[in-house]
């Protein structure tokens, strides 16, 4: 019987020449991904929980509404007095038309304050809310 | 002597690890879509133009300051909306409810109606000003 010779071994490295290219998709994924944290708003709110809860389709163009138990209302880190909120609202809309408010009430805040901000967001012709909340599962 | 000539060239090499760090950061700073909620359109301003609709296309549930719900005639708890307000679509489909809570009422109480009347697939919900 012939003696079948081994000598040639498989290269068993793994290629790494491509890695970098790997590695800069990856990146340009997550920077196009990325959106920074804006606005904090007001601190310990404790918001309802929901079960038709949905997720919000768009990442941009969304002004936050917080409204705190007391009745402290806060757009994009601004504390503001209910009738300036149409005014300050309206130039957002006009930039962009399909603003969507997101209200981040409080579980006690009273539903007269909400009321109250709504009919200002009527008026200031932004009428795509979304009430803020968290998922619930069947009780 | 115009043999040999070394090409200049940018270190590649560590270009990996420059991006490996990029990536890192964007990793701990991404924050996916994080906006949840029950969204809703308002109907627009219309001044002197007020809609009429027939009594019987109306369904009205009022909450009170304590969070009691008085849905058409009866007081009904709150895990009873849905249902209630599923049958009464059924036998209407024109109906039209109508959410009117007091200004006292707590802003969880209206979150809670308006999610037993989505889960309801009510077709249209007015919120009524509060007094």
Redesign the interface.
Known sequence: MPKISRKQKADVGIPTGSMGDIVFLLLIFFMVTTVFVEYRGIAGIEQPRAEMTKRLEKERGIVHMWIAEDGEINIDDMTIVMSDIAGLVYPKRVAEPRLIISIIADVGAPYGTVADAMLQLREADALQVNFATLYAYAR | MAGKRSEPEIP?AS??DI??L??IF??V?????Q???????????TEGAELQVRKKNILNIW?NAAGEILLGEEIVSL?QVEREVRRRVAENPLLIVSLK????????????I??QL??AETPKIS?A??D
């Not at chain 2, 700073?29 to 879509?33: E, G, I, L």
């Not at chain 2, 007091?102 to 979150?111: A, H, L, N, Q, S």
Request: charged fraction near 20%; charge should be negative; hydrophobic fraction near 45%.
């Open positions: 590649t270009m990996a991006a490996f990029l990536i964007f990793l700073t991404t924050s996916f879509n906006e949840m909620g029950i969204g809703l359109t308002l109907p627009p301003v909450v895990q809570a007091d200004r006292e009422t707590d802003y969880d109480i209206f979150v809670q308006l999610d989505q889960k919120l000003e509060p």
